[in-house]
């Protein structure tokens, strides 16, 4: 399932990065997450779909508010954001 911008049911993001959208490797990199840039949750809500097959658009919502408002400030990479992610996911 690709997640795409029509899908997300916030509205605050900032949309730069252009060339993020076209990224096609999945793996975390140490690259910053600015949890304010829709391509950085377009890219994370499609990491966590691809390594979690039972995700379903219906959980893009929880998904939003895991990165916008539970994320702790101190996680700024791709990678520790994923990690904090699939550990918060089921608390």
Not at 11 to 27: E, L, M, S, V
Not at 34 to 39: E, I, K
Not at 47 to 56: D, G, K, V
Not at 72 to 90: D, H, I, R
Request: aromatic share 14%.
């Amino acid at each position: 399932m690709k997640i795409k911008k029509e899908d997300l049911v916030f509205n605050h993001y900032t949309w730069y990065d252009q060339g993020a959208d076209d990224r096609q490797d999945i793996n975390p990199t140490r690259n910053t997450f600015n949890r304010n840039n829709g391509t950085h949750i377009l890219w994370v809500a499609n990491w966590y779909a691809a390594e979690h097959p039972m995700f379903q658009r219906k959980d893009i919502v929880k998904l939003e508010i895991l990165l916008s408002e539970k994320l702790p400030s101190g996680l700024l990479s791709e990678k520790s954001v994923c990690y904090w992610l699939k550990n918060a996911w089921n608390e």
